[in-house]
């Protein structure tokens, strides 16, 4: 069950890396000639500028950041000896990856609907409740190593 999570959570994120070009290939061509290149997070101007290939930044620092989380995941769980604790950590990367990937789609769907003047910046509440998300997965997977532990421990006693 733990191998079919993984892979769930692992194909989840790969559509949403694939949503973010296939958003920002299909806009790019129709966005104005004058585009935002930051978001308004606190109130700071938008920085306007002529529409460029650099407005893919984001999608392929999106792409390398996925690469690199999924790498990291990789090198440290292959670090640990227990078979239980390698899926967990691998579970909680992609799981956090995840809420990762919707904010890079939610910053690049808000420049594009800055560029045509449908919005101003971000949607803060939404930002922020990502990154509330985040952190409380922290606390959870310390939860489930803890009751891992315990679990794998009792199945070690029984004779």
């Known amino acids: 069950m733990q191998k079919k999570s993984l892979l769930i959570l692992f194909l989840f994120n790969c559509t949403l890396l694939v949503v973010t070009w296939i958003l920002a290939l299909y806009s790019y061509p129709r966005l104005p000639d004058q585009m935002p290149f930051w978001i308004n997070f606190i109130g700071q101007p938008l920085m306007m500028a002529e529409k460029s290939l650099v407005f893919f ?11 690199l989380f999924l790498g990291i995941s990789q090198l440290l769980s292959s670090r640990e000896k227990e ?41 803060r509440t939404y930002f922020f409740m990502i990154f509330i998300v985040i952190l409380l997965l922290i606390p959870y997977y310390r939860m489930r190593k803890k009751l891992l532990a315990q679990e794998n421990k009792a199945l070690k006693e029984e004779p």
Not at 58 to 66: D, E
Not at 104 to 122: D, K, M, N, T, Y
Request: proline share 2%; hydrophobic share 55%.
């Open 57 to 67: 930044v984001y999608p392929i620092v999106q792409t390398l950041f996925v690469v």
């Open 83 to 123: 078979e239980w604790k390698k899926k967990l950590l691998k579970d909680h990367v992609l799981l956090s990856l995840v809420f990762f990937n919707l904010i890079f789609i939610h910053v690049l769907s808000s420049l594009i609907l800055s560029a045509h003047q449908i919005r101003e910046g971000i949607n």
